[in-house]
């Protein structure tokens, strides 16, 4: 199982960036296509953005499309999630996870990181 450590979130002002890491464990991280999911007080985790396993292919949800861009780095076991122009709506804790391509759904929904607060103030 790939284990997740996410990092990089903070407190920012509406319009400003932040970008985020995920660092993972095990040797097929290569293998998987990636994920970042965000989770906002008393709301459902959402899908953000997600990644191919080579990294040839991304796509965004349509809130954060346009703002957002993942990028990931095999050699270093780490994706990566470039947030520009940030509104205070995607103030959320901030997850990543291997994910289903076709369905835009974690791999393993039982298993999370612990996250990384994003907090935009406007």
């Known amino acids: 199982q790939v284990q997740l450590v996410e990092s990089g979130g903070g407190l920012v002002q509406a319009g400003g960036s932040l970008r985020l890491s995920c660092a993972a464990s095990g040797r097929t991280f290569s293998s998987y296509a990636m994920g970042w999911f965000r989770q906002a007080p008393g709301k459902e985790r959402e899908f953000v953005a997600a990644i191919r396993s080579s990294g040839g292919s991304t796509y965004y949800a349509d809130s954060v499309k346009g703002r957002f861009t993942i990028s990931r780095d095999n050699a270093k076991n780490t994706v990566y999630l470039q947030m520009n122009s940030l509104k205070p709506e995607d103030t959320a804790v901030y997850y990543c996870?291997?994910?289903?391509?076709?369905?835009?759904?974690?791999?393993?929904?039982?298993?999370w990181g612990q996250g990384t607060q994003v907090t935009v103030s406007s």
């Open positions: 996870n291997p994910v289903r391509w076709a369905s835009a759904t974690p791999l393993n929904g039982d298993y």
